[in-house]
């Protein structure tokens, strides 16, 4: 079963927009990390963010963390038509070490 | 620095016939991971293994599928009989416990066809 659900499942923008990605998730957390897969390749991890971490930077990517409201936030700011790609929220359960994966975020970026 | 390798990188076949499919990890990472990704869906872990022994297997439908890590390096995926329900893509991931164990880095998968 999927911990995490990504919203919204589709996202179309121009190049230079910023574009926010949403995930909420079920079960307390040690870790929330993000994925970008571009389309026939595999996986890349982008950030991770634990659990006692609110807010984490990583050039233009900017994740939030409410483990309050068990979600979290993928901003990518200016977007450039090359982060077109789908994106993953991943969580790691307090209680286990394997990584449970989203549905996923298809951000398309128009040039 | 080589990343995940894996083979083949298509494979088509008719129901009810075997397939393999291999991985070769970043080299050091002791850790390794087979998902199944089905169109349009997350990653689903298949089976976990720390160095050649399998210590997460109970996503793997093993009435069907198996899999080998015998000198705790390369890895093996099998399906046999293959169902038309296995068509799908098969990552390969490997981590390192000696930095973080929780960031894993994926090969580009198999798109498995079944026909």
């Known amino acids: 079963s999927q911990q995490g659900e990504e919203d919204p499942q589709a996202l179309s923008i121009q190049e230079g927009e910023n574009a926010t990605m949403n995930c909420s998730y079920k079960t307390s957390i040690n870790n929330l990390q993000w994925y970008r897969q571009n389309s026939g390749r595999g996986l890349v991890h982008l950030i991770l963010?634990?659990?006692?971490?609110r807010e984490k930077h990583s050039g233009r990517l900017r994740v939030t963390l409410d483990t309050s409201k068990k979600s979290s936030s993928l901003l990518i700011t200016a977007s450039r038509a090359a982060d077109t790609a789908s994106y993953f929220c991943a969580t790691v359960l307090i209680s286990g070490s394997r990584l449970t994966f989203g549905e996923g975020t298809q951000l398309t970026v128009n040039p | 620095e080589a990343g995940v390798v894996q083979s083949p990188r298509y494979k088509i076949i008719e129901k009810k016939q075997p397939v393999a499919f291999w991985c070769n990890p970043i080299?050091?990472?002791?850790?390794l991971y087979w998902y199944l990704q089905n169109l349009g869906q997350g990653p689903e872990l298949l089976i976990r293994?720390?160095?050649?022994?399998?210590?997460?297997d109970s996503q793997l439908p093993k009435d069907r599928f198996s899999a080998e890590r015998l000198k705790g390096v390369d890895s093996t995926l099998k399906i046999q009989p293959a169902e038309l329900g296995d068509s799908a893509v098969y990552l390969c991931?490997?981590?390192?416990?000696?930095?973080?164990?929780?960031?894993?880095?994926f090969g580009p998968g198999t798109r498995l066809l079944v026909l």
């Open positions: 080299s050091g990472h002791n850790t």
């Open positions: 963010i634990r659990s006692n971490e």
């Open positions: 991931a490997s981590s390192d416990p000696g930095t973080t164990q929780e960031t894993q880095y």
């Open positions: 293994y720390e160095n050649e022994e399998a210590v997460d």
